[in-house]
Protein backbone atom coordinates (compact mmCIF):
# COMPACT_ATOMS: atom_id res chain seq x y z
CA UNK A 1 0.00 0.00 0.00
CA UNK A 2 2.93 2.55 0.74
CA UNK A 3 5.32 1.59 -1.93
CA UNK A 4 4.68 4.33 -3.72
CA UNK A 5 5.95 6.34 -0.97
CA UNK A 6 8.80 4.21 -0.32
CA UNK A 7 11.26 7.25 -1.33
CA UNK A 8 9.24 9.46 1.33
CA UNK A 9 8.12 7.13 3.98
CA UNK A 10 10.26 6.13 6.83
CA UNK A 11 9.45 3.35 9.22
CA UNK A 12 11.10 2.62 12.47
CA UNK A 13 11.63 -0.85 13.80
CA UNK A 14 13.38 0.84 16.90
CA UNK A 15 12.66 2.66 20.02
CA UNK A 16 12.53 6.23 20.23
CA UNK A 17 14.51 8.47 22.13
CA UNK A 18 14.24 12.22 23.07
CA UNK A 19 17.79 11.78 24.44
CA UNK A 20 20.64 11.90 22.11
CA UNK A 21 22.84 10.24 24.69
CA UNK A 22 20.43 6.98 24.24
CA UNK A 23 21.86 6.31 20.20
CA UNK A 24 22.49 2.82 19.51
CA UNK A 25 21.31 1.18 22.99
CA UNK A 26 19.90 -1.62 22.88
CA UNK A 27 16.68 -2.87 24.68
CA UNK A 28 14.45 -5.77 24.38
CA UNK A 29 11.07 -5.77 22.99
CA UNK A 30 9.13 -7.04 25.80
CA UNK A 31 11.02 -4.92 28.10
CA UNK A 32 7.84 -3.29 29.74
CA UNK A 33 5.80 -5.17 28.71
CA UNK A 34 5.77 -3.61 25.37
CA UNK A 35 4.91 -6.11 22.61
CA UNK A 36 3.12 -3.56 20.02
CA UNK A 37 -0.28 -3.92 19.27
CA UNK A 38 -2.32 -6.98 17.77
CA UNK A 39 -4.37 -6.36 14.29
CA UNK A 40 -7.98 -4.53 14.97
CA UNK A 41 -10.29 -7.86 14.09
CA UNK A 42 -13.68 -7.00 13.14
CA UNK A 43 -16.58 -9.81 12.81
CA UNK A 44 -15.68 -11.58 9.91
CA UNK A 45 -12.27 -10.38 8.98
CA UNK A 46 -9.74 -13.03 7.91
CA UNK A 47 -6.61 -11.50 9.86
CA UNK A 48 -4.97 -13.26 12.45
CA UNK A 49 -5.58 -12.70 16.05
CA UNK A 50 -3.41 -11.68 18.82
CA UNK A 51 -1.47 -14.69 20.46
CA UNK A 52 -2.49 -17.25 17.19
CA UNK A 53 -0.03 -19.96 17.12
CA UNK A 54 1.22 -18.80 14.00
CA UNK A 55 2.47 -15.70 15.08
CA UNK A 56 4.03 -16.24 19.39
CA UNK A 57 5.29 -13.19 20.58
CA UNK A 58 9.34 -13.02 20.38
CA UNK A 59 11.78 -10.83 22.61
CA UNK A 60 14.30 -9.14 20.29
CA UNK A 61 16.89 -6.55 20.32
CA UNK A 62 15.71 -3.10 19.36
CA UNK A 63 18.26 -0.39 18.71
CA UNK A 64 17.20 3.19 20.42
CA UNK A 65 17.05 6.23 18.03
CA UNK A 66 16.77 9.51 19.10
CA UNK A 67 13.81 11.47 16.93
CA UNK A 68 16.48 14.30 16.64
CA UNK A 69 18.29 12.30 13.89
CA UNK A 70 15.20 11.63 12.16
CA UNK A 71 14.83 14.95 11.40
CA UNK A 72 17.71 17.35 11.49
CA UNK A 73 18.63 19.13 8.73
CA UNK A 74 15.53 17.54 6.60
CA UNK A 75 12.26 18.34 5.55
CA UNK A 76 9.37 16.47 6.73
CA UNK A 77 6.14 17.10 5.66
CA UNK A 78 4.27 14.58 8.64
CA UNK A 79 5.51 13.37 11.40
CA UNK A 80 3.24 11.10 13.23
CA UNK A 81 3.74 10.88 16.98
CA UNK A 82 1.38 7.78 19.26
CA UNK A 83 3.95 6.39 21.21
CA UNK A 84 1.42 6.16 24.54
CA UNK A 85 4.18 7.57 26.29
CA UNK A 86 6.40 10.81 26.55
CA UNK A 87 4.52 11.71 23.23
CA UNK A 88 4.43 15.66 23.95
CA UNK A 89 8.43 15.71 25.30
CA UNK A 90 8.89 14.52 21.61
CA UNK A 91 7.05 17.64 20.16
CA UNK A 92 8.76 19.68 22.46
CA UNK A 93 12.02 18.28 21.39
CA UNK A 94 10.76 19.03 17.74
CA UNK A 95 9.93 22.97 18.46
CA UNK A 96 12.96 23.79 19.75
CA UNK A 97 14.63 22.57 16.58
CA UNK A 98 12.51 24.30 14.33
CA UNK A 99 13.52 27.39 17.07
CA UNK A 100 16.61 26.36 15.86
CA UNK A 101 16.15 26.60 12.18
CA UNK A 102 17.54 22.86 12.45
CA UNK A 103 14.05 20.81 10.66
CA UNK A 104 11.50 22.17 8.82
CA UNK A 105 8.19 20.37 9.70
CA UNK A 106 4.55 20.74 7.69
CA UNK A 107 2.57 18.65 10.07
CA UNK A 108 2.70 16.80 13.51
CA UNK A 109 -0.12 14.64 14.71
CA UNK A 110 0.43 13.62 18.17
CA UNK A 111 -1.55 12.11 20.79
CA UNK A 112 -1.86 14.22 23.65
CA UNK A 113 0.15 11.37 26.48
CA UNK A 114 1.69 12.91 29.56
CA UNK A 115 1.27 16.36 29.29
CA UNK A 116 4.27 18.37 30.69
CA UNK A 117 4.93 22.06 30.74
CA UNK A 118 7.20 21.85 28.15
CA UNK A 119 4.72 20.19 25.92
CA UNK A 120 2.22 22.94 26.62
CA UNK A 121 4.29 25.72 25.99
CA UNK A 122 5.73 23.97 22.95
CA UNK A 123 2.07 23.56 21.54
CA UNK A 124 1.51 27.02 22.43
CA UNK A 125 5.10 28.15 20.84
CA UNK A 126 3.66 26.21 17.79
CA UNK A 127 0.73 28.28 17.04
CA UNK A 128 1.88 32.08 18.32
CA UNK A 129 5.49 32.23 17.13
CA UNK A 130 5.89 29.90 14.15
CA UNK A 131 2.62 29.95 12.39
CA UNK A 132 0.85 26.26 12.61
CA UNK A 133 -3.02 25.50 13.01
CA UNK A 134 -3.86 23.14 15.95
CA UNK A 135 -6.83 21.03 15.53
CA UNK A 136 -8.32 18.53 17.42
CA UNK A 137 -9.33 15.18 16.03
CA UNK A 138 -12.40 13.34 16.17
CA UNK A 139 -10.52 10.38 18.07
CA UNK A 140 -11.92 8.74 21.22
CA UNK A 141 -14.11 11.91 21.58
CA UNK A 142 -17.06 10.62 19.61
CA UNK A 143 -19.29 13.91 19.65
CA UNK A 144 -19.64 13.58 15.86
CA UNK A 145 -19.61 11.21 13.20
CA UNK A 146 -20.16 12.57 9.90
CA UNK A 147 -20.77 9.60 7.14
CA UNK A 148 -20.55 9.74 3.71
CA UNK A 149 -24.25 11.79 3.07
CA UNK A 150 -22.97 14.68 5.31
CA UNK A 151 -25.34 13.99 8.60
CA UNK A 152 -24.27 14.31 12.11
CA UNK A 153 -25.02 10.74 13.13
CA UNK A 154 -24.45 11.10 16.70
CA UNK A 155 -25.29 14.46 17.57
CA UNK A 156 -27.57 15.98 14.83
CA UNK A 157 -25.50 18.85 14.60
CA UNK A 158 -26.90 20.26 17.71
CA UNK A 159 -24.53 22.05 20.60
CA UNK A 160 -22.50 23.52 18.04
CA UNK A 161 -19.21 24.49 19.42
CA UNK A 162 -18.32 28.38 18.76
CA UNK A 163 -16.63 30.73 21.19
CA UNK A 164 -13.57 32.74 21.77
CA UNK A 165 -11.26 29.58 21.87
CA UNK A 166 -12.21 27.40 19.66
CA UNK A 167 -15.02 26.90 16.92
CA UNK A 168 -16.04 23.52 14.94
CA UNK A 169 -15.07 23.20 11.43
CA UNK A 170 -16.67 20.45 8.95
CA UNK A 171 -15.36 18.76 5.87
CA UNK A 172 -11.85 19.49 6.05
CA UNK A 173 -10.02 18.16 2.89
CA UNK A 174 -10.05 14.43 3.95
CA UNK A 175 -11.30 14.89 7.77
CA UNK A 176 -15.03 15.48 7.60
CA UNK A 177 -14.76 16.93 11.53
CA UNK A 178 -12.14 18.76 13.49
CA UNK A 179 -11.89 21.75 16.10
CA UNK A 180 -9.99 24.31 15.48
CA UNK A 181 -8.18 26.25 18.37
CA UNK A 182 -8.39 29.93 17.63
CA UNK A 183 -5.01 31.99 18.42
CA UNK A 184 -4.18 31.71 22.42
CA UNK A 185 -3.15 34.60 24.47
CA UNK A 186 -0.96 31.96 26.76
CA UNK A 187 0.21 28.16 27.08
CA UNK A 188 -2.57 27.78 29.68
CA UNK A 189 -5.37 29.03 27.72
CA UNK A 190 -4.64 26.86 24.69
CA UNK A 191 -4.12 24.42 27.68
CA UNK A 192 -7.48 24.90 29.39
CA UNK A 193 -9.04 25.08 25.85
CA UNK A 194 -8.21 21.78 24.87
CA UNK A 195 -9.46 19.68 28.22
CA UNK A 196 -12.80 21.76 27.98
CA UNK A 197 -13.23 19.86 24.99
CA UNK A 198 -11.87 16.88 25.89
CA UNK A 199 -9.38 16.55 23.37
CA UNK A 200 -6.88 13.78 23.03
CA UNK A 201 -5.28 14.31 19.25
CA UNK A 202 -4.29 17.03 17.63
CA UNK A 203 -3.02 18.06 14.11
CA UNK A 204 -0.22 20.58 14.40
CA UNK A 205 -0.34 21.77 10.53
CA UNK A 206 1.08 24.47 8.63
CA UNK A 207 -1.61 23.48 5.51
CA UNK A 208 -4.32 25.82 5.48
CA UNK A 209 -7.52 23.04 5.74
CA UNK A 210 -9.77 25.51 4.30
CA UNK A 211 -9.11 26.52 1.30
CA UNK A 212 -10.16 30.36 0.24
CA UNK A 213 -13.52 31.02 -1.61
CA UNK A 214 -13.06 32.36 -4.29
CA UNK A 215 -15.92 33.84 -6.37
CA UNK A 216 -16.69 33.71 -10.20
CA UNK A 217 -16.22 37.31 -11.30
CA UNK A 218 -19.68 37.57 -12.64
CA UNK A 219 -21.21 36.01 -9.63
CA UNK A 220 -20.10 38.68 -6.90
CA UNK A 221 -23.05 40.43 -5.69
CA UNK A 222 -25.36 39.02 -8.70
CA UNK A 223 -28.61 36.67 -7.92
CA UNK A 224 -29.75 36.45 -11.40
CA UNK A 225 -29.64 33.36 -13.45
CA UNK A 226 -27.11 34.15 -16.41
CA UNK A 227 -28.47 32.76 -20.09
CA UNK A 228 -25.35 31.58 -21.40
CA UNK A 229 -23.10 28.75 -20.08
CA UNK A 230 -19.98 31.00 -20.69
CA UNK A 231 -21.29 34.09 -18.73
CA UNK A 232 -22.10 31.53 -15.75
CA UNK A 233 -18.94 30.68 -15.03
CA UNK A 234 -17.66 34.05 -15.19
CA UNK A 235 -15.97 33.67 -18.80
CA UNK A 236 -16.44 36.43 -21.39
CA UNK A 237 -14.85 38.25 -24.17
CA UNK A 238 -13.56 42.17 -23.70
CA UNK A 239 -11.13 44.28 -25.79
CA UNK A 240 -8.49 42.83 -24.10
CA UNK A 241 -8.96 39.53 -24.37
CA UNK A 242 -10.88 36.46 -22.67
CA UNK A 243 -11.39 37.06 -18.75
Not at 56 to 73: G, K, N, S, Y
Not at 136 to 147: A, F, K, P, Q, V
Not at 160 to 176: G, W
Request: charged share 25%.
Amino acid sequence: AINCWSHRFKMLNAFISVNESARGAARQSLEYGARGRPYLIYPGSTFLKQDHECCPWADETITTVPVQDLVRHRVVHLIKIDIDSFDMAIVAVLEKMITEKTTEIGSITVEMQQQTNDGINAMYRLQSVHGYDIYCLNIHMDRRWINAKGIDVYANFTGLINNDEVEERFMQRLMRYVIYFKPANSSLALEKARLKVGCANVLITKEKLLEPRHEYPLRQGKTEVFKTAGEAFGYFNNKEGTV
